[in-house]
């Protein structure tokens, strides 16, 4: 016990402090590179065609993407900021639809790339020397710029995230270099079902066989201010 006691004391040392009044601006900008993970959420009906086939949707395997933006943080005090990330997304899923009776496969290839403007409240704990954990939560409209027709499943442009996340500040010499992990939900059905586009009309049993699609997202960033 007694030796216990300096132990602890000297893990709660204070140390010198890289960058000390950074935290302080009224303002101030940095940007992030990533990589993260899309999934795709299907609500397959079991629509049945004229010729006895049921199909359904899913995603059996994740690809990794990439992520670049920009950042604006607002102080607003101690503990609380107010963020602004422009953000590109870049990524792919491959959906597989498979027929119940006969084991048939068919497969989509949706390439994205995503415009996002998230808006975040940043919660963060006291600093402690070089480094401060953080929450944040935040809402993240979205545009799709790679939307392709004549394929099996039509997807919106437009889409809308809910986006929460957790992070850390260290405090280097010259810069903060802040890790974040961030999980994105959207509250929005991105399937279309009016299939003007179709030239092959054998695709509309895929849109009919799914009633919903709702897109999730992680993301690993690596922020740099």
């Given at each position: ?8 004391i ?14 302080y ?11 993260h ?139 903060k270099?802040?890790p ?20 092959d ?25």
């Amino acid at each position: 016990m007694a030796f216990s006691l300096p132990i602890a004391i000297v893990a709660q040392e204070r140390k010198l402090q890289n960058k000390p009044y950074i935290d302080y601006r009224r303002l101030h900008y940095g940007f992030f590179v990533g990589v993260h993970m899309q999934d795709m959420e299907f609500a397959n009906n079991g629509f049945v065609t004229e010729n006895g086939e049921s199909w359904f949707a899913d995603i059996p395997n994740y690809n990794p993407g990439f992520s670049v933006g920009v950042l604006a943080d607002l102080r607003l005090n101690t503990y609380l900021s107010l963020r602004l990330i422009p953000t590109m997304h870049f990524g792919q899923n491959s959906i597989v639809f498979r027929e119940q009776n006969s084991g048939e496969q068919s497969r989509q290839l949706v390439k994205t790339t995503y415009i996002s403007l998230p808006v975040h409240v940043k919660f963060a704990a006291e600093r402690f020397n070089n480094y401060r954990p953080y929450v944040t939560a935040g809402v993240s409209p979205m545009v799709n710029l790679t939307v392709k027709k004549q394929k099996q499943l039509l997807l919106k442009r437009f889409d809308f995230m809910v986006e929460v996340g957790a992070g850390c500040d260290f405090y280097l010499p010259f810069f903060k270099l802040i890790p974040e992990v961030k999980f994105a939900f959207s509250l929005l059905d991105v399937l279309q079902k009016e299939r003007k586009d179709l030239l092959d009309a054998n695709y509309l049993k895929f849109t009919q066989s799914v009633d919903k699609v709702v897109s999730k997202m992680i993301i690993l960033s690596f922020y740099f201010e």
